[in-house]
């Protein structure tokens, strides 16, 4: 009651306890009961959305995206990932995704004879925790990739009290050799003070700025001047959420050198998942300057 009451009408207000509180809060039980038993039992999937060097085409490596199979249906991270979070149960699962998103990639690279890399978000509540780097540690030499192939996406969801602690944190995690990202750049509470303080390899400009990259001059505006900090910072810029090639062609023009999104490949299961490329009708659209190296893919 007292959260419905902040929520929903403010403070100095009041709400009484109701049935459909009762019932809210007994169905959000039952889904951690659930979360937590899928994650005891494995119940967890490992998907692979590929990323593209937008100059010359190249798959350099993949996101780890984490799927949820419950009685027989996939169930999304936006529908469990929040109440992950709040209830802490995230750590586990980022650990399940830490060691299996690493050796479904170096299986993946050993099945095709390549040396791509595997980016892994992270919560941002993890970075509190005392052990991760224990657990990066142990996920990369299990796996046998190298650590410069592994990126830690960390997203801006969970406010960060203790900057200084955090950044100490992350220095530590780079010197075990992995890469760091900052996903979902440009939401949440990103600012430039963020950037500054962050000890970071790439910034992964959200796909909301993709979305209006075609209409408006305003958000090509806004990742033209992300690409010049970025580099001013020595950041490397990817960019998420490309679905058509006129998008990837003004994404690389602003200076985006890395490319994730559905006009590369969708996720899906590491063993489902070939080697991509751009089907063949769709080059006769691309620019000149793009045609002979998204070939090669195909
Ligand atoms: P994210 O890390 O920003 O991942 C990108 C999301 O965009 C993915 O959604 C992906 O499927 C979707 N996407 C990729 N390309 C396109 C495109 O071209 N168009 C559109 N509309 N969407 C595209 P997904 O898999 O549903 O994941 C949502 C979010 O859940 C992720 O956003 C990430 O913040 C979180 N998440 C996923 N897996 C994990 C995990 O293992 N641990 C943690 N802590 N968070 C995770
Ligand atoms: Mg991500
Ligand atoms: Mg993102």
Known sequence: ALYCAKEETGHGKMRQFDDEMARRMSQRRARLDALEQAILNE?????????????????????????????????????????????????????????AATRAVAEWNARHGKDVSVSINLSGRHISSPDLEAHVASAIEMSGLRADQVTLELTESVEVRDWGAVSKKLDRLRALGCR????DFGTGYSSLGYLRQMPADELKLDKSFVTDLETSAAAREIVAS????ARTLDLGVVVEGIENLAQARIAEDLGCTVAQGYLFGRPAPAARCAPPGIPSDQLLELSPSHRPALQRQT
């Open 43 to 99: 119940n967890l999937e490992v998907w692979l959305q590929p990323k593209i060097v937008l100059s010359t085409g190249a798959h350099v490596g993949f996101e780890a995206l984490v799927r949820w199979r419950h009685d027989g249906d996939l169930i999304m991270p936006m529908e469990f990932i929040s109440l992950a979070e709040e209830s802490g149960l995230i750590i586990e699962i980022d650990r399940f995704m830490l060691r």
């Open 180 to 183: 760091l990202s900052l996903d």
């Open 226 to 229: 992300v690409v010049d900090i």
